[in-house]
Nanobody
Framework: QVQITESGGGLVQPGGSLRLSCAAS????????VKWYRQGSGRQHEWVAT???????SYADSVKGRFTISRDNTKTMVYLQMNNLKPEDTGVYYC?????????WGQGTQVTVSS
């Protein structure tokens, strides 16, 4: 069984930073493709970042230069470091894991950027 858990969200002022975590049961994060999506007030899902199975990464233009996706050496956690946060970054962030054509995701973590 595979279970995905997102964490690390919270309330932060504009210009602040947060680090989101994506934890998966087992070791599937070692080879899986991991994508971060966010759902804002418009309820649309927006792609944020991708980590490929070979360590490649890509980012949406809206977050490029501010966000960084990474994986720890234990291959059990994927992170999204978010710097210089803006109010438009507010939303529920989801980690989507693609492992051998199976898709997994968690309940999301709320990020609110406001003064």
């Amino acid at each position: 069984q595979v279970q995905i858990t997102e964490s690390g969200g919270g309330l932060v002022q504009p210009g602040g930073s947060l680090r989101l975590s994506c934890a998966a049961s087992g070791t599937i994060l070692g080879t899986a493709i991991v994508k971060w999506y966010r759902q804002g007030s418009g309820r649309q899902h927006e792609w944020v970042a991708t980590m490929g199975g070979y360590g490649s990464s890509s980012y949406a233009d809206s977050v490029k230069g501010r966000f960084t996706i990474s994986r720890d050496n234990t291959k059990t956690m994927v992170y999204l470091q978010m710097n210089n946060l803006k109010p438009e970054d507010t939303g529920v962030y989801y980690c989507l894991v693609n492992s051998y054509d199976n898709l997994y995701w968690g309940q999301g973590t709320q990020v609110t950027v406001s003064s």
